[in-house]
C-alpha cells in the first residue's frame, strides 16, 4: 500500500517565540496545536490521531493527550530526534490510509534556551540506564558539534569540500532570513565572516552551526475527504521514506547520511526525480548536514555537494534550488534542538503561495523536506518527504 | 599535553563488556570477532551485528591503527581531538587522539594505542601518532 495521494497537509503554525521564559512546555505545544488546527479550519475535537516525539512532556502522549483534552483513537510517539515530526508526518499518512484516524495532530515544543541547556558543546549523557554505546563513546567527549564535524573533516579528505563551499549554505539561509520577522539572526552574512568566525570543533565555526531557540510548531495531517472540505489551498503528500543510519558495527562511512536511503524510498513512491523539485527544506543543524543531505537526496553527485551549494545556488530568486527560505535551523529557529518539523512547515508555505513574497519560489508545485535527527556522525534518523500543490 | 588535563568519565561497565574493561586495565584493547561470518566488529556485542550468530569470541587488537576522521573540539575548557579510528583488525572505533599537536592531524594518519585514566573506572583505550 502506497500512501501518495492518501493524506494532506491542512494546518501547520510555527510558535514566533525563540525564547520561552514564561511559558511551559506543554503551554508551547498546545499554543501550537490550537494555531495549527485553526489555520486548517478545524476543532480540537476533530482530532482522532496524535503525534508526538521525545520532546512531549511525560511518557510518550499520553500527558500532551490529557494536557489538550484530546480522544485519539491513534497515537505514534516514535522519537528519531529532530527528524521526528517529517516521520510523522508519513506516519500520519499511513495511519489515515489505513482508517486508524483522519485528522493527525503533529506537536513539537523546546525551551533550551530558556533552561540554560549546554546545547551543542558538551557532551551530554542520557541518564537511566545507559545505552550499549554510551561506554564506548560518552567518555571520550562526543558532543553535538564535534560529531558532525568530523563528517565534514571526511568530506574534506575524500572530496576536496572547502570551508568556504559551506559557508555559502550559511549565506544563503541568512539572505533569506532578513525577510523573516521572526528569524533569530536576520543579519545578511558574508562567505568571509562565516569561515572567520570562531572555530568551534575543527573545521566548522560558529556560523556553521545552527540556532538554539525555544519554541515549537505543529502539523495538522488530515484523509482527502477532510482536506476537499477545508478552505486552505491543498498540499498533497505523495512520498515518504524513513531510515536510521549507524556505525554498522564498525563499518563506520562518514560520507553519507540516511537520505540515501530515505530520499530514495520517498522519490519513488512520489514518481518524481530530484530534477523535478522546485523547493527544498533541508534539516540544517550545521552546514555540513544540507551539503551531505542534498548529495545524498540526489540534487548533485556525491562529493560534488561543495560546488553544487557554492556561488548563491541555494538563495531564491538567483539560485537554481531554494532552499530554506524562512531562514532555516542556521537562522531563523531550531526549536528544542529539534528542526524537522519547522522543516515541513516552510515547505508548506511555499507550495500555498504563502512565504515571504521577496523568497517566494515561483510556480511552486513540489516540494520536498528532509530531517535528520540525533547524531550525523554517531547514528541518526532520516526522514523525507515529498509534498504537491494540487 | 593539554589532553592529560582532562578529566575523563568513567565508562559506564555492562555485564556484556565487563571483559573488554577488565582487559583495558591490563592494557589490552579487545575487538569482537564473530567465528561464524569471520567479522570483527565494534562496539563488542555477544551476538553478531553482520550475520547474529551467537558464536562470537573476544580477540586482542594488535593497537595498530589510522585516522579515519577527528575534530578537535576547541570550544571546550581543555581542547580534545575526537576521533574515529580505523583498527588494524577492520573495525573503526570513537577515541581520542592524544599526546600530539592536534594541528598536525590528519585523515588517515597511522596511530598506536595507549590508555589513559577515567575517573573512578577503568581507562580507556585512545590513540597517539605512531
Redesign the interface.
Known sequence: MSIKGKAYIAGIYEHPTRLAKDISLAQIHAQCAKGALEDAGLTKDDVDGYFCAGDAPGLGPMSMVEYMGLKPRHVDSTDTGGSSYVLHVGHAAEAIAAGKCKVALITLAGRPRAEGMATGTVPRSRGGTPTPDEPFEFPYGPTVVNMYAMCAMRHMYEFGTTSEQLAWIKVAASHHAQHNPHALLRDVVTVEEVVNSPMISDPLHRLDCCVITDGGGAIVVVAPEIAAKLKRPKVKLIGAGEFIKTQMGGKVDLTYSGARVSGAAAFAEAGVKPADIKYASIYDSFTITVLMQLEDLGFCEKGKGGAFVADGNLIAGTGKLPFNTDGGGLCSNHPGNRGGLTKVLEAVRQLRGEAHPAVQVKNCNLAVAHGTGGSLGLRHGSATVILERE | MAAQE?K???????Q??QAY?DAAAKGKLLVRKCTGCG?????P?TI???CFSDKTEWIEASGKGTI?????????PVP?A???VTLAE???????IVDCDFDKLK??QAVKLVFKP?DG?PP?P?FTPA
Open positions: 582532562r575523563l568519565p568513567a565508562p559506564a561497565v555492562s556484556e563488556t574493561w567479522q570483527a566488529h565494534h562496539y556485542r553478531c551485528p553482520f579515519y576522521s577527528y575534530s578537535v573540539m576547541r570550544r571546550a580534545y575526537m576521533a574515529y577492520g573495525p573503526r572505533m570513537v577515541t581520542n585523515c588517515e577515567t573506572g580507556l585512545m
